[in-house]
């Protein structure tokens, strides 16, 4: 297998990673869940993580997203650098210029379609665009549910309501662990075309933790971890290739 060193892209950086190795445990007990990661992720563009099982890729995601600590190395989102935060500032980070879509749907089940939307502007004391959010609206196709409580829409629908949720901030990345894992097909669909056109029509940035090489053959680019590492990459990957990769990663062990 080639072995792809990730290298600076000509689009502007959104997210990075320098040199990020997480460490869980102590002595003989202690486990490297990620070794001096090194990786970028540039804005406009949509990424898939991807690896065996215990690569490391939800943790490389977390500790991206603010929501874990490192124990070496530094995380960027834009020129901000994370590793260095205070709690709060994480907070005003996480509220501000982070979305967040997770396999769960996270949806308040006595508030509406449109109100579990606007909820992260309501707690900011932000007040949305009309237009931004009528924008976003019609791309995930919801303009008809926006009355509805969860209760009352399919897991499809809830999860688009999730991702409306994540880009109505307008987010300089949003990061999307597992989003389809709750899904049937078509719904896993609808929702990986969603976060395909977001990307292609609104100009945004995903970062998606998947297994599903199919949810991967959407991506532009696929980072794949081995053993804590980033060990290759695709771009404009096809289901056929992300499954040839993952393939010649099967055997390898690490730590989650």
């Known amino acids: 297998m080639t072995v792809t060193i990730p290298t600076m892209t000509r689009r502007q950086t959104v997210a990075r990673a320098v040199g990020v190795t997480k460490l869980y445990g102590k002595g003989e007990a202690q486990v490297a869940a990620l070794r001096s990661v090194d990786v970028e992720f540039a804005a406009g563009e949509f990424t898939a993580i991807m690896g065996p099982s215990g690569s490391g890729k939800s943790t490389l995601m977390h500790t991206m997203a603010g929501l874990d600590t490192l124990t070496e190395g530094e995380v960027f989102i834009g020129d901000a650098r994370v590793s260095d935060m205070s709690d709060k500032e994480l907070t005003l980070l996480r509220r501000t210029r982070i979305g967040f879509i997770f396999q769960q749907f996270n949806l308040l089940p006595t508030l509406t379609a449109q109100e579990n939307i606007l909820l992260p502007l309501s707690i900011a004391g932000r007040k949305p665009s009309k237009d931004w959010f009528d924008r976003v609206v019609g791309t995930v196709g919801l303009a008809e549910r926006l009355g509805h409580r969860p209760t009352e829409l399919s897991g499809g629908q809830q999860q688009r309501v999730a991702c409306a949720r994540a880009l109505v901030s307008q987010p300089e990345v949003i990061f999307a662990d597992e989003p389809t894992g709750n ?74």
């Open 183 to 256: 899904l049937d097909s078509v719904s896993g669909t609808e929702v990986l075309e969603f976060l395909r056109d977001s990307v292609r029509s609104l100009g945004q940035t995903v970062v998606m933790v998947t297994h599903d090489p199919r949810a991967a053959s959407y991506a532009d680019r696929v980072v794949f971890l081995a053993d804590g590492r980033i060990v290759t990459e695709l771009s404009e990957p096809t289901a056929d290739a992300v499954i040839d990769t993952m393939r010649s990663l099967d055997g390898r062990t690490g730590a989650a």
